[in-house]
């Protein structure tokens, strides 16, 4: 009679795993351990977030989800509304047309909750400021600005485009077409902070891509004015902006955040679009993540990420020309160096000018010297008469 063989221990099966993705970095989180409702930390970016536990109901009562109805558009006046185009943390976008002259145009609508708090308006207003001081075709550009109702409003123009980040991830651009697109940004960041608006809240979200690849920055939400006399309403010590691509200085205190700011988080942006992943910690530097990339990204990156913002660098223009050097795009503003022939010439024409400036020196010196050659036969005259006369009194 054969052996009966005992059966096998069969493991136990592994448990379905519950994820749940982060609402700041939009990282998988196994949120296994815990209950719905409660609070979980995001190993990621360190974010805190609200654990949402699908509810376990009976197969058979199952409804299927209906769509929530939209909330109505709201009334303008000077302009039709056609359809919600975006949703932001002070507002809602609309596209809409201007009525007079029948212009499409993006409206930026406060919602009714941050209208009813009067900083959230001066807020508002303070990005219509900061964009009416920008005229830049990179930058998306202000039309008009008011309140209907119960509704504070910004007019802006229409942008048929895409986000940064969609775009790149739809297409995966090389890294020379996509350094040409940052140059871009550089540029319009550089006409900003040239114009004391820095934009604080930079990220691949915040910038535009048109179809003929021209970029935009949008969503000055957060922009701080630092020219003299400016009003500012960010209260100090607090951090205002999207944590993962803030400066550490825009941590600790939103009141230092300078453009040196928006360099780091623009250095966080490039970083981000190349590697696909954010520099956290003690980061890799791109080429050793992607294969084959030129090693002129490296130095570039880092200096934007450096914790000092006195070690980036000094202004986006020179990122701008960084950039376009990478993306083969002819520079349109040549600062240096000079070519040979060029030199020679200024050395020839500094030559001269001191040759010059030594000619009316000595000219102003030998007028100087003949204007008072005659005063001494005068003083000479003088001392006789007086001479003569004495002995005369005598």
């Known amino acids: ?78 302009f039709l509304v056609h359809e919600r185009i975006g949703q932001g943390g002070m507002g809602e976008v609309f596209r809409c047309t201007r009525i007079s002259d029948q212009v499409p145009v993006a409206v930026k609508i406060l919602t009714p909750q941050m209208a009813a708090v009067p900083d959230y308006v001066r807020r508002f207003g303070r990005e219509a400021a900061a964009m009416a001081q920008l005229e830049h075709p990179g930058i998306v550009r202000l039309l008009g600005r008011g309140k209907a109702g119960q509704h504070v409003y910004i007019a802006m123009e229409l942008i048929e485009g895409e986000s940064l980040r969609m775009w790149a991830h739809r297409n995966r651009p090389p890294a020379q077409k996509l350094a040409a697109l940052l140059a871009q940004v550089a540029h319009a960041l550089a006409y900003a902070h040239a114009r004391a608006v820095v934009h604080r809240d930079l990220k691949p979200d915040n910038v535009l891509v048109t179809k003929d690849l021209r970029t935009k ?53 490039a970083y981000e679009l190349l590697t696909g992943e954010l520099p956290v910690g003690k980061f890799a530097l791109p080429s050793k993540l992607v294969p084959g990339l030129d090693a002129r990204w490296d130095p570039l990156v880092e200096r934007c990420l450096e914790s000092n913002p006195g070690a980036r660098p000094h202004s986006a223009l020179e ?76």
Not at 12 to 33: F, G, H, M, T, W
Not at 249 to 256: F, H, S
Not at 327 to 340: D, I, W
């Open 1 to 78: 009679m054969a052996d009966l063989v005992a059966p096998k221990s069969q493991p136990p099966q592994a448990k379905k795993r519950a994820v749940q993705r982060c609402p700041n970095c939009d990282i998988r989180c196994d949120v296994s351990l815990f209950v719905d409702g409660s609070l979980a930390r995001c190993g990621h970016c360190g974010v805190r977030f609200e654990v949402q536990r699908p509810k376990s109901t009976p197969a058979a009562t199952v409804q299927p989800q209906t769509k929530a109805p939209e909330p109505p558009f709201p009334q303008l006046e000077g």
């Open 217 to 269: 920055v949008l969503d000055f939400g957060l922009a701080g004015l630092h020219a003299e006399g400016a009003q500012c309403l960010t209260q100090s010590n607090v951090a205002m902006g999207t944590a993962n691509y803030m400066a550490p200085e825009q941590r600790k205190d939103a009141k230092r955040a300078d453009h040196k700011a928006d360099i780091y988080s623009f250095g966080v942006m």
């Open 319 to 394: 990122l701008a020309h960084a950039l376009e050097a990478l993306g083969g795009v002819a520079r349109t503003l040549q600062v240096a160096p000079r070519t040979r022939k060029n030199t020679r010439k200024s050395k020839v024409w500094s030559w001269l000018k001191i040759g010059t400036a030594v000619a009316v020196l000595l000219g102003i010196g030998v007028r100087m010297s003949a204007d008072y050659k005659p005063a001494k036969p005068a003083l000479t005259a003088a001392r006789a008469l007086g001479k003569t006369g004495s002995g005369r009194l005598r």
